[in-house]
């Protein structure tokens, strides 16, 4: 066995370690209140993808992260601009819908780019 695994363990130290432990309320609070930097979130992106690489060794799998994150967004900017519409302000749902759209179009872009012959997500040309 490691030295970071104990070989047992008592009951009485199991019981003071969990009347010690912090309560998951407390956890969860504690990540509503965490500061997302700039760099904190950049590195919890660059993990992210080098994950993917790491278990798909093929860089179709960055294009279909980068599509379900387009189609998220395009959720995201409908649903705030829809929220605006309710508020009966205009304006900003339709800065909110225009931008959805312009995620549609990056969208519409990404499917007709063909990054292999084993691209999925591409448009296939019938010719």
């Not at 432990?21 to 992106?45: F, S």
């Not at 992260?65 to 395009?74: E, G, K, L, P, V």
């Amino acid at each position: 066995m490691t030295a970071s695994v104990p070989e047992s363990f008592s009951m009485d130290e199991l019981s003071k370690a969990m009347e010690s432990a912090p309560k998951e309320d407390e956890l969860r609070e504690n990540l509503d209140k965490r500061e997302y930097t700039q760099e904190y979130i950049e590195q919890v992106a660059d993990d992210a993808l080098e994950m993917a690489s790491n278990l798909v060794k093929d860089p179709l799998v960055h294009k279909v992260m980068a599509m379900m994150i387009i189609n998220r967004m395009i959720q995201w900017h409908t649903i705030i601009g829809e929220k605006h519409l309710e508020q009966d302000e205009t304006e900003a749902a339709i800065c909110w819908f225009r931008d959805a759209g312009k995620f549609q179009s990056m969208f519409d872009s990404m499917i007709q780019i063909n990054i292999g012959t084993n691209d999925f997500t591409c448009i296939q040309d019938e010719d």
